[in-house]
């Protein structure tokens, strides 16, 4: 007898183990998606506000009327940033760049002081450009505005396609992952449908009956979901010490999004397949129970 209970213990203890493990790996999967969304998203803005919209200023405009202008610009909602740009800077720049000094032979700067844009996430698309560069040709001050129209195009093109690519992804895996913890939970209740029906006969209420299970079941969630956590941490630990751009499109916020979505989602798919298999076991009667 006492050795039947140690194999059926040590069996028991083998199943929790399992379900522990399949859930590790289920949540891991979950988190890396989560991950990937926030991460898109971030990427987007990052991608959107490095875009640059070059506003050239008129030979007569001095340095003040310059600052001037680029304090109104500071405060209209387009703007994240602006560096202003001098003649004297701009030629000392291309002349790095081209190895000679073009006035050397034309006598004259032939450069003109501008200034260069960032625009917020919001406001770099083709509409938005066209009002904003409308707006600024308007002012005295400006004689031109460029900015790479057909890049920004591309750049919103696909940065959507990667969005829509990456939410059908995040909705299959959600529904695999729910279909592959709903098995394991299933399995593991399956190998005591007989206690079930024990506890039934002998007037259990079915709350009863299904408290300690989901306990159960949502302590092996939980820890699951620390272990997701602690390897999806270590995991971006490493990504961040071989490329550290990528804290330029991660915060700590995203972060803790992640893990409270690994915790919930932990907690939540445990708890709702245990429901969903208790009942079917406890809707069954013994010859059912016999049959399956």
């Known amino acids: 007898m006492a050795k039947r209970r140690k194999t059926a213990r040590r069996h028991h203890g083998l199943q929790v183990l399992t379900l522990c493990i399949s859930t590790t790996m289920v949540l891991i999967l979950l ?13 987007t803005a990052y991608v959107k506000e490095n875009l640059t919209v070059t506003v050239m200023l008129r030979d007569g405009v001095s340095v ?6 680029c304090r109104d610009l500071y405060h209209r909602p387009y703007s994240r940033n602006i560096d202003y740009i001098s003649k004297e800077q701009a030629q000392k720049e291309q002349s790095e760049a ?13 450069f003109v002081a501008t200034l260069e844009i960032q625009l917020k996430a919001d406001y770099v698309n083709r509409d938005s450009l066209n009002l ?10 400006v004689s031109d505005v460029a900015y790479q129209e057909d890049l920004m195009d591309k750049v919103n093109t696909n940065l959507q396609k990667i969005n829509v690519i990456l939410l059908v992804l995040a909705v299959l895996l959600t529904c695999v992952s729910f279909s592959l913890i709903n098995n394991t939970v299933r399995l593991s209740i399956y190998a005591r449908r007989f206690a079930i029906h024990t506890m039934k006969l002998v007037g259990a209420s079915w709350s009863f009956i299904r408290r300690p299970f989901m306990k159960n079941m949502m ?6 979901a620390v272990l997701a956590c602690g390897v999806l941490g270590g995991g971006i630990y490493w990504l961040t010490i071989f490329e550290p751009g990528v804290l330029n499109v991660v915060t700590w916020i995203d972060l803790t999004i992640v893990g409270a979505s690994v915790v919930c989602f932990g ?7 245990s429901f969903f298999s208790l009942n079917r076991y406890l809707k069954m009667t013994a010859w059912e129970l016999y049959k399956i």
């Open 31 to 43: 988190g890396m998606v989560v991950f990937s969304v926030l991460m898109a998203r971030n990427l």
């Open 64 to 69: 003040n009327d310059a600052h001037l202008l």
């Open 98 to 110: 081209m190895g000679s000094d073009p006035s050397e032979f034309l006598g004259f700067n032939p």
């Open 132 to 141: 904003i560069a409308k707006e600024l040709k308007q002012n005295k001050k």
């Open 219 to 224: 302590g092996i969630g939980l820890i699951a």
């Open 267 to 273: 907690l939540i798919i445990t708890a709702l397949c």
